[in-house]
């Protein structure tokens, strides 16, 4: 089974990174550059799992997550952050949004 991983990332040279690993290791890896294009991807593509950065311009990753969890069919879709914020703070506030 192949895993279709959907990484939602502003930073286009971590992004080619992420999809680069990933790739080698298995997976397959589409990239969306912010929440709302993101989303988008969502609405069309079967994802197993995404991959969601925090600070991003437009729609951050937090509402990103929170956007997909509201909606019944992305609901069990995991969403992971990856984010330089580390702090309790913004841990809490991921867990909140429906991250893991």
Do not use: W
Request: glycine share 8%.
């Amino acid at each position: 089974m192949t895993i279709r991983v959907l990484h939602i990332d502003d930073d286009a040279r971590f992004a080619e990174l992420v999809a680069k690993y990933l790739s080698q290791n298995g997976m397959v890896v589409t990239h969306a550059p912010d929440g709302g294009r993101g989303l988008a991807v969502l609405e069309r593509a079967d994802v197993d799992v995404v991959l969601l950065d925090v600070m991003m311009p437009g729609i951050d990753g937090f509402e990103t997550c929170r956007r997909i969890k509201a909606q019944a069919e992305l609901a069990d879709i995991p969403v992971l952050f990856m984010t330089a914020l580390s702090d309790s703070e913004h841990v809490v506030e991921g867990f909140a949004a429906g991250g893991i």
